[in-house]
């Protein structure tokens, strides 16, 4: 296999496109032609897991959070992000990340705590807005269906549980071909009216390219009048966070035990219990304080996440519970989710999940 062949799946599932500005997913060392033959998993990337990887005869590593976020203009091996990727540069090691891009999907980095929690009726905590597009092209009558088709074929028209989505409009276009035009209908130097439909389509803005390829290809003009619009609608499926319900209500100091037990913690650090049985549960795996109002205006009874500060935790305001369970506990179960998506897949592949443990922080009892 070649590296591309995985990128560019996982890619699909969580495009780049919805990563954060401040992040830096995608392949961070290496070749999208480069072959490869095993693959290991990580939350980090450390130089003990690519050491690991050597050990393993594994030349990728895919990993959460990425081991570069900002420029390196040395490499003297002066620290351990340095020393790690020249170590995986001298070994041949392929370096991937899958960061905030797989953190802002539905069936994502939330989506997977929550699933361990049992959580029903899960929905995305904060949509993302910004993402989708519609694009808006003129087709003569006889070659609606087959443009239509294209489009959908190519994934436009997609609204959360429903494919195919469009809006047309009948009307009649006017144009008159110029010397040097090959028209598909009319003549040249002839003004011509043609019934057309106005086709409208929404799509995700990652999408475009294909959707204009696929436009193009099906369209009989010569040239194409079309535009692209880009929307402020929120985009239910992608966003930060997630909000669910568990099956039965539960008192608050049983959800602390419960959640221990389920999501094999050391320590919770939270706010005051309500004298209230909990239903509702907002959670985001890694650092998702900015999320605390969101959590609030979506009923959570309690909020799920990590790295709060000391102040921080006053902005309960007793309006729900918030609950730190710590960085890496919160993210654990995505080296997990990340075996599940790429073993759906290429099922004949070796992946494995490393042994080391790349939590920087210990718990002394």
Do not use: W
Request: overall charge negative; charged content about 20%; some cysteine.
């Amino acid at each position: 296999m070649k590296v591309k062949e995985i990128t560019q799946y996982l890619e699909q599932i969580a495009p780049l496109s919805y990563q954060e500005s401040y992040d830096n997913s995608g392949l961070i060392v290496g070749h999208p032609d480069d072959e490869i033959h095993k693959a290991l998993i990580s939350l980090d990337c450390t130089e003990a897991v690519v050491e690991e990887a050597i050990a393993k005869g594994c030349n990728l590593i895919i990993s959460h959070h990425p081991i570069v976020f900002k420029g390196l203009k040395k490499f003297n091996g002066r620290n351990y992000v340095e020393r790690t990727v020249m170590k995986a540069i001298k070994n041949n090691i392929a370096l991937y990340a899958i960061h905030t891009n797989l953190d802002n999907i539905i069936g994502g980095v939330s989506s997977k705590i929550a699933e361990k929690l049992g959580l029903r009726n899960q929905a995305i905590l904060s949509p993302k807005s910004g993402l989708l597009k519609k694009l808006v092209v003129y087709v003569p009558r006889a070659n609606v269906e087959d443009v239509r088709q294209a489009l959908f074929d190519a994934g436009a028209g997609s609204i959360g549980d429903y494919d195919q989505c469009s809006y047309n409009t009948a009307g009649y276009g006017t144009f008159r071909p110029l010397s040097g035009a090959n028209p598909a209908i009319g003549t040249v130097g002839t003004q011509e009216r043609v019934e057309e439909t106005k086709i409208e389509v929404v799509f995700p803005g990652p999408i475009e390219r294909q959707i204009v390829v696929a436009m193009l290809s099906a369209h009989p003009y010569e040239e194409v009048a079309y535009h692209i619009v880009n929307l402020e609608n929120t985009l239910q499926q992608v966003g930060s966070g997630v909000i669910g319900n568990l099956a039965e209500p539960m008192e608050a100091n049983s959800v602390l035990h419960y959640l221990k037990e389920r999501l094999k913690l050391n320590v919770i650090r939270h706010t005051e219990l309500p004298n209230k049985q909990i239903e509702r549960i907002a959670v985001c795996g890694g650092a998702g304080g900015f999320l605390l109002n969101e959590a609030k205006r979506s009923g959570a009874d309690i909020f799920i996440t990590a790295d709060y500060k000391y102040h921080e935790f006053f902005d309960a305001e007793g309006d729900l519970v918030i609950a730190d369970i710590g960085h890496f506990e919160s993210e654990q179960f995505t080296q997990e989710l990340l075996l599940e998506i790429i073993q759906k897949k290429f099922v004949n592949f070796a992946v494995l999940l490393t042994e080391i443990d790349t939590n920087p922080i210990k718990y002394y009892s």
